[in-house]
C-alpha cells in the first residue's frame, strides 16, 4: 500500500507539469500566470539482459533494470524564489536461479524558500526528506531486513543564509537546523538502529521498554549545490551536505554528498553516472571482518537507455 500511495503521488505530480509545460507554449494570457516557473521532469529507464548457454568463460542468465525519475519546479519573482527537486529510483538484477538483488532504491525530496534581502543573498528556509521504497538487506542472502520504508527516514529542517550569485551554484548555512531520524520498523527500532534509543531488556531478552522511533538533533548545516552544462549534451549537478550535532560528538560531522552527470544521446537516449557518499555517526556498519562501527558509504550507478524530457522551457534558456 505504501508504494502504491508514492506512487499516486507522483504521478499526480507528474500530471500537474505536464499540461504546464504544454501551456507555455501556447502564449496565452493564462500562461502570464505561470511563466515565473521553471517545470522539468526527466523519465529514465535502463534494461539489460544476459543469457549464457554452454558459456566457457562461465556468467549466470539475468535480467537488471533501473528506473529514474528527476522532476523540478522552480519559481522567480522579485525577491521570492522557491526551488523543489523529487528524485525517484529504483533498480533491481533478477538472476534466473536467485532472488530479487536490489541495486538502486532512493526517494530524495528537497524544497528551499528564500527571500532576497541584498543580491545575491538571501534568507532561506530549507526542507529535504529522504527514503527508500523497499526492504534492503545488508547480504543478499539475508533474511532479516536491515533497512525498509522509513527505516530509516531523514527530514532535516534549516534556517539560515543562503548565497545565490547564479542559477548555477547556491551555498546555505545554517545555524539552526533540526535533523530528524525515523525508524518505524519496530524489530530495527529495538535494536538501536541509525541512532535511535533501543529497547530496554529484561531477562532472557524480554522487551520491557520498546526502543524509540524517532530521533530530534538540533545542529547546524551547510549545503552546497552546483550544476552546469559543462559541453554540448553533457551536464553535472552536485549536491554536498554537512551536518553538525550540537549536543552531541559535534566534531563527527555527517556527510550527504552526491554527483550526477547525464550524456544527453539524442532526445530518446541516454546515458548517466551517478556518485553518492554517505557518512553518518548514528549509523553502525559490520565490515568482512565483523567490527562493527559508523563507516564511509559509497555507491555508484552507471546506466545507458531510453530518457525522456518534459520542460516548460528550452534548454537554451538555462
Given at each position: 500500500?505504501?508504494?502504491?500511495?508514492?506512487?499516486?503521488?507522483?504521478?499526480?505530480?507528474?500530471?500537474?507539469?505536464t499540461p504546464m509545460s504544454q501551456k507555455s507554449n501556447a502564449g496565452s494570457k493564462e500562461?502570464?500566470?505561470?511563466?515565473?516557473?521553471?517545470?522539468?521532469?526527466?523519465?529514465?529507464?535502463?534494461?539489460?539482459?544476459?543469457?549464457?548457454?554452454?558459456?566457457?568463460?562461465?556468467?549466470?542468465?539475468?535480467?537488471?533494470?533501473?528506473?529514474?525519475?528527476?522532476?523540478?519546479?522552480?519559481?522567480?519573482?522579485?525577491?521570492?524564489?522557491?526551488?523543489?527537486?523529487?528524485?525517484?529510483?529504483?533498480?533491481?538484477?533478477?538472476?534466473?536461479?536467485?532472488?530479487?538483488?536490489?541495486?538502486?532504491?532512493?526517494?530524495?525530496?528537497?524544497?528551499?524558500?528564500?527571500?532576497?534581502?541584498?543580491?545575491?543573498?538571501?534568507?532561506?528556509?530549507?526542507?529535504?526528506?529522504?527514503?527508500?521504497?523497499?526492504?534492503?538487506?545488508?547480504?543478499?542472502?539475508?533474511?532479516?531486513?536491515?533497512?525498509?520504508?522509513?527505516?530509516?527516514?531523514?527530514?532535516?529542517?534549516?534556517?539560515?543564509?543562503?548565497?545565490i550569485p547564479n542559477d548555477n551554484l547556491k551555498l546555505m548555512l545554517s545555524p539552526l537546523?533540526?535533523k530528524f531520524t525515523f525508524v518505524q520498523d519496530q524489530n530495527l527500532a529495538n535494536n538501536?538502529?541509525?541512532?535511535?534509543?533501543?529497547?530496554?531488556?529484561?531477562?532472557?531478552?524480554?522487551?520491557?521498554?520498546?526502543?524509540?522511533?524517532?530521533?530530534?538533533?538540533?545542529?547546524?548545516?551547510?549545503?552546497?549545490?552546483?550544476?552546469?552544462?559543462?559541453?554540448?549534451?553533457?551536464?553535472?549537478?552536485?549536491?554536498?551536505?554537512?551536518?553538525?550535532?550540537?549536543?552531541?560528538?559535534?566534531?563527527?560531522?555527517?556527510?550527504?554528498?552526491?554527483?550526477?552527470?547525464?550524456?544527453?544521446?539524442?532526445?530518446?537516449?541516454?546515458?548517466?553516472?551517478?556518485?553518492?557518499?554517505?557518512?553518518?555517526?548514528?549509523?553502525?556498519?559490520?565490515?568482512?571482518?565483523?567490527?562493527?562501527?559508523?563507516?564511509?558509504?559509497?555507491?555508484?550507478?552507471?546506466?545507458?537507455?531510453?530518457?525522456?524530457?518534459?520542460?516548460?522551457?528550452?534548454?537554451?534558456?538555462?
Amino acid at each position: 500500500m505504501k508504494l502504491k500511495a508514492i506512487g499516486l503521488l507522483f504521478f499526480s505530480f507528474t500530471l500537474m507539469l505536464t499540461p504546464m509545460s504544454q501551456k507555455s507554449n501556447a502564449g496565452s494570457k493564462e500562461n502570464e500566470s505561470v511563466s515565473n516557473w521553471k517545470l522539468k521532469s526527466v523519465f529514465s529507464l535502463n534494461v539489460t539482459q544476459s543469457s549464457f548457454t554452454n558459456w566457457n568463460a562461465g556468467g549466470r542468465n539475468n535480467v537488471s533494470g533501473l528506473g529514474f525519475i528527476n522532476a523540478q519546479a522552480n519559481y522567480k519573482k522579485d525577491k521570492i524564489k522557491w526551488a523543489n527537486q523529487m528524485t525517484l529510483g529504483l533498480g533491481g538484477v533478477q538472476y534466473f536461479d536467485d532472488d530479487l538483488q536490489k541495486t538502486d532504491d532512493v526517494i530524495d525530496i528537497q524544497t528551499t524558500f528564500s527571500y532576497g534581502v541584498k543580491d545575491p543573498w538571501f534568507i532561506s528556509l530549507l526542507g529535504g526528506f529522504r527514503t527508500q521504497f523497499i526492504d534492503g538487506f545488508a547480504n543478499p542472502e539475508d533474511t532479516v531486513r536491515s533497512s525498509t520504508f522509513m527505516a530509516p527516514g531523514y527530514l532535516n529542517l534549516s534556517l539560515g543564509l543562503e548565497f545565490i550569485p547564479n542559477d548555477n551554484l547556491k551555498l546555505m548555512l545554517s545555524p539552526l537546523s533540526g535533523k530528524f531520524t525515523f525508524v518505524q520498523d519496530q524489530n530495527l527500532a529495538n535494536n538501536g538502529a541509525f541512532g535511535v534509543a533501543p529497547a530496554v531488556l529484561g531477562t532472557g531478552g524480554i522487551v520491557l521498554e520498546p526502543g524509540e522511533n524517532i530521533r530530534s538533533e538540533l545542529g547546524s548545516y551547510f549545503r552546497v549545490v552546483y550544476s552546469k552544462e559543462v559541453m554540448e549534451n553533457i551536464d553535472i549537478s552536485s549536491r554536498l551536505e554537512l551536518f553538525s550535532n550540537y549536543n552531541e560528538n559535534p566534531e563527527n560531522i555527517d556527510v550527504n554528498g552526491e554527483i550526477n552527470v547525464n550524456f544527453k544521446v539524442n532526445q530518446w537516449f541516454s546515458a548517466s553516472l551517478q556518485m553518492n557518499l554517505i557518512y553518518d555517526d548514528d549509523i553502525d556498519i559490520e565490515d568482512r571482518d565483523g567490527n562493527v562501527g559508523p563507516r564511509t558509504q559509497f555507491k555508484q550507478v552507471i546506466g545507458v537507455g531510453v530518457s525522456y524530457r518534459l520542460a516548460n522551457y528550452k534548454e537554451e534558456e538555462k
